[in-house]
């Protein structure tokens, strides 16, 4: 498991330039979950994101993995980043080897693995990102922007960290490929029992796609919970510059006109289902 205790991280301390990035943020991401983690530009999501894996050492507080702060033995820092796998905002130019194959073992070749462990791992990896065996043997360079999105994660998802972390995975991507790419990711979740953290400004995703979402907002956490404990703070939500999905903006548009709606509002599949099941949905 992993948790944050009061962590706290400035940009440009004691300088004219000071900013708290991170204040005082207590946070328990559960075990086989995927949680969302929200907030407008500024907020300090990815600069927590960046913590969770000892890329940057806050000023203050504790990060437990399994109950282990990662910083009480920073020379195994190496075996916390195995364990708690980064995928960098665009991470496809960080693409480098000859083979997509190559460049997805790099990771498990650095744990040690044996070659046949480095193939089914490759083989198991590419298949929860997507990634067709035909482009294994071709150059990264050549493959189109959403395969290289797609072989970036393969890449991290091969060394099976048992927290996977990705900062905007599907930015960028049309619909098929910000569906191809997400659900390569639920996959992932649901088959290892990892935990996984995605940052996104898309409340459609988090709303399909995340179990818990936690909302910063000026490096505070302002509130956390499930997907629909969240959502129903829509007021709130609205006054730290975020919102609701649109289709929850519709179904309360319909609920104010007579339509008797329950359960999942926050997905399209969620608001057509209730209206099914209601006959159309309008109450007497």
Known sequence: MLQLENITYTYGAKTPFEKRAVDGVSLT???GKITGLIG???SGKSTLVQMLNGLIKPDSGHIYLDGRDIWSEPKKMRDVRFRVGLVMQYPEYQLFDETVRADISFGPKNMGLTESEIAERVAEAATFAG???????KSPFDLSGGQKRRAAVAGVMAMRPSTLVLDEPAAGLDPAGRDSILSGI???CESTGATVIIVSHSMEDMAVWCDNVAVLADGKLCM???REEVFMRRDELVAVGLG???ITDIAYA?????FTLGGDIYTVAGVAKSLSAAG????A
């Open 40 to 42: 407008h530009t500024g």
């Open 244 to 246: 609701v999905p649109m």
């Open 254 to 258: 319909l609920m104010r006109r007579g």
């Open 131 to 137: 990634v067709d065996e035909s482009l294994l043997d």
């Open 280 to 283: 159309g949905g309008r109450h």
């Open 186 to 188: 639920r996959g992932y």
């Open 29 to 31: 991401f559960e075990d």
């Open 224 to 226: 956390t919970g499930t």
